[in-house]
């Protein structure tokens, strides 16, 4: 048996669909449901159990699973409440960090690339820990993920004793199918695809840089298949362990989002550029790209899809359909 911790959000949905999709049947999923449709990012799927996280320590005594994928969090950029969100993303991490480890069961767990902050300490996924202690998040998400990758490389370079497997991903701008649930947290293509698809105008920020166009801001866009990709290649291969970058390595502009959007369906683009507020210029980040590297030299050869590809598929296969639900 295999326990997805978030599996019924976006990325936690779509590993579940790839472990089905394997012939996984045995696979319990750790979410709060809740009243935002989540569960319908889980309609078609065979799942063996649902367990609320509260009560999640105790449904594992005893038991004997394959792996732990642990993706459930508070992912809100914009989250306040400390004591939930380290209750949630840090100590519950630390718990299931111990029980896999007393039970030699592999940990397969989401970091973020929101660890990194405003990118000023460059974007490399340098797992010492001298190398985590320079990065600065930006936000309480971000930090309670620093924390917990900082716990893990303390454990490791103290040579203490972890998971037989243990890996930790920084994920950059995942998009796809199933994250409808996500509100303002959708990405900016989602958000804005009923517009494109209507052919209302679609507004993006103007640029307040020199030298850096209009839309031209740019971000490490990743397709939610390529994320749940490195994920399967890690259960498959338990000899790798570490801390890894899961981005594309090349960053794309948001006009070359919207763009790509508009040749999926064969439409005319109706971009318009507005002011960013005042509020966030200066701490708005205009790029980020993932290296890449390490996670390359471990042995992850099935490469990341183009950007227009990528947005392709979604847009055919799932945001222009009357059911967008994988």
């Known amino acids: 048996m295999l326990l997805v911790t978030g599996g019924a959000g976006f990325i936690g949905s779509n590993v579940v669909a790839a472990l089905n999709d394997a012939g996984r049947a045995d696979v319990a999923v750790c979410d709060v449901l809740g009243h935002d449709g989540k569960w319908r990012n889980l309609a078609k799927r065979q799942l063996a159990d649902i367990v609320p996280p509260a009560q999640v320590m105790d449904w594992l005594k005893g038991r004997r699973l394959d792996a732990v994928l642990h993706l459930g969090a508070i992912s809100e950029t914009t989250a306040t409440d400390g004591d939930l969100v380290i209750e949630t993303n840090f100590r519950l991490s630390m718990r299931l960090l111990d029980w896999c480890t007393a039970n030699a069961t592999p940990l397969i767990y989401a970091s973020s690339a929101a660890t990194y902050g405003d990118g000023a300490q460059g974007f490399a996924d340098d797992p010492s820990l001298a190398a985590l202690k320079t990065l600065r998040p930006m936000n ?45 947290m959708m990405s900016v293509l989602t958000r804005r695809f009923d517009d494109i698809k209507a052919g209302r105008v679609v507004e993006l920020f103007k640029s307040h840089r020199d030298g850096i166009a209009d839309g031209d801001q740019r971000r490490d866009f990743i397709y939610v298949d390529n994320v749940v990709r490195v994920m399967m290649w890690l259960l498959a291969t338990p000899s790798v362990s570490g801390l890894f970058n899961v981005g594309t390595g090349h960053a794309r502009s948001f006009k070359d989002l919207m763009l790509s959007a508009y040749a999926a369906l064969g439409t005319a683009p109706n971009i318009r550029y507005i002011d960013m507020p005042v509020a966030i210029r200066d701490s708005y980040q205009y790029f980020t790209q993932s290296d890449v590297d390490r996670l390359q030299r471990a042995g992850y050869n099935g490469g990341f899809t183009a950007l227009e590809d990528a947005v392709g598929l979604y847009v055919n296969g799932y945001l222009d359909r009357a059911d967008r639900f994988r």
């Open 140 to 184: 309480l998400y971000g930090w309670s993920k620093h924390l917990f990758d900082m716990a893990v490389a303390e454990r490791a370079a103290r040579g203490e004793k972890l998971p037989p497997q243990w890996a930790g991903l920084k994920f950059f701008n995942v998009f796809g199918p199933n994250e409808y649930h996500k509100g303002a």
